[in-house]
């Protein structure tokens, strides 16, 4: 997917581009774990929307009839950066690229903010939604 621009790039300054065979691939992506969700599985699924609303909208398309709990997880740009220099393994500009514009028309139905709140308490508030 790495190799031509069908498939995803990443460009020096943190932006991501994704083309026709990426979108192939994460159509069928998507169709597997709904398949999944139809047959009773109970699914988390960490999704970066990269087209912010449009993407949110695919997965409401395919996910019609289920019971879904969107949970947007946000995080300050200059926090996000430095957890991504920390990691050592991700393109450097792309976290603080993305900390607002994947949330961008995005409806949820809980946010939980990790800037400041540790991932555990995130999931602890996730969890009691569910329960």
Not at 40 to 46: C, L, T
Not at 76 to 101: F, K, N, S, W, Y
């Amino acid at each position: 997917m790495r190799e031509s621009d069908e498939g995803i790039t990443f460009a020096t300054d943190g932006g991501v581009s994704v083309g026709a065979d990426f979108m192939a691939l994460q159509a069928a992506w998507v169709e597997g774990i709904v398949g999944m969700a139809r047959a009773g599985a109970r699914i988390v699924v960490d999704d970066v929307f990269l087209g912010g609303a449009a993407s949110q909208q695919r997965w409401w398309k395919a996910l019609a009839g289920i019971d879904v709990l969107w949970v947007g997880v946000r995080c300050e740009p200059a926090v996000a950066a430095g957890r991504e220099i920390a990691r050592g393994d991700r393109t450097h500009g792309m976290a603080e690229l993305q900390a607002d514009v994947v949330h961008q028309g995005v409806v949820y139905d809980l946010k939980v903010d990790t800037t400041h709140t540790e991932s555990l308490d995130c999931a602890l508030i996730i969890a009691a939604r569910l329960s």
